[in-house]
């Protein structure tokens, strides 16, 4: 079975672009999270979509957003890119089954994205 | 809101030490706790989990134990090998909150031979 995969792995960009990154789930999976891992903040959550909704979201302004697709694929856009959002960006995916009870998650390997 | 600490890295072990790292954590009810582990170019990746006090999450030869008296899920190896080098992160996730995880900092490991 494949992984989660991500695409692209690494890019770069300057300052006020905007970027889209892409997701693809484990195949049967319909949850989609992110997560932004950055080395003075951790790991931190995102957002997470299940059926093309988002369904939970974290601390983060509305530069970032992200939707889902039917195929349960997910992109995330961040606008007006700023160098603090120079991070590796980890989707995971998992069944998202049984409303708000935690599914077991698999992460993707990440984009890199550089911020100049 | 919830929040996890664990030991600031790096640790630097000889191979078939032993290996502890710490963590502990606030949360509101009874959360679930997870390690999980990076390599390096790589996602993160599950290496155990518990679900309720008391309970003990295993997976090659590392173990911890969930401790809701002291909010602890520490995270023990026996003899650690080079290969287990890697970043280890200590994780929440609480029952109404989805699949959102809230994640200690990490803890590098080196092992040498």
């Known amino acids: 079975k494949a992984g989660v995969t991500q695409t692209p792995r690494y890019l770069i960009k300057t300052r006020g672009q905007q970027v889209t990154l892409s997701c693809s789930p484990i195949?049967?999976?319909?949850?989609v999270s992110w997560y932004q891992q950055t080395p003075g903040q951790g790991l931190q959550f995102l957002f997470e979509?299940?059926?093309?909704?988002?369904?939970n979201k974290g601390n983060f302004p509305g530069r970032f957003s992200g939707r889902q697709f039917s195929n349960s694929r997910s992109e995330m856009n961040v606008s007006t890119l700023e160098l603090g959002d120079s991070a590796l960006y980890l989707c995971?995916?998992?069944?998202?089954?049984?409303?708000?009870?935690?599914?077991?998650?698999?992460f993707g390997p990440g984009t890199r994205l550089t911020v100049l | 809101g919830n929040s996890v600490t664990q030991m600031e890295g790096p640790v630097t072990l000889s191979e078939e030490a032993f290996l502890t790292i710490n963590c502990t954590y606030t949360?509101?009810?009874?959360?679930?706790l997870f390690w999980y582990v990076q390599y390096p170019g790589e996602g993160l990746q599950l290496l155990l989990k518990?679900?309720?006090?008391?309970d003990k999450g295993s997976n090659k030869g590392f173990e911890a134990t969930y401790r809701k008296e002291t909010t602890s899920f520490h995270l023990e190896k026996g003899s650690v090998q080079v290969s287990d080098s890697a970043v280890y992160f200590c994780?929440?996730?609480?029952?109404?909150?989805?699949?959102?995880?809230?994640f200690g900092g990490g803890t590098r490991l080196m092992v040498k031979p």
């Open positions: 995971a995916s998992s069944l998202g089954m049984g409303g708000l009870a935690y599914n077991e998650q698999f």
């Open positions: 979509y299940f059926s093309e909704t988002q369904r």
């Open positions: 949360a509101t009810g009874y959360p679930s």
């Open positions: 994780a929440l996730s609480d029952k109404n909150a989805g699949n959102m995880l809230t």
């Open positions: 518990a679900t309720k006090a008391d």
């Open positions: 195949s049967g999976h319909r949850s």
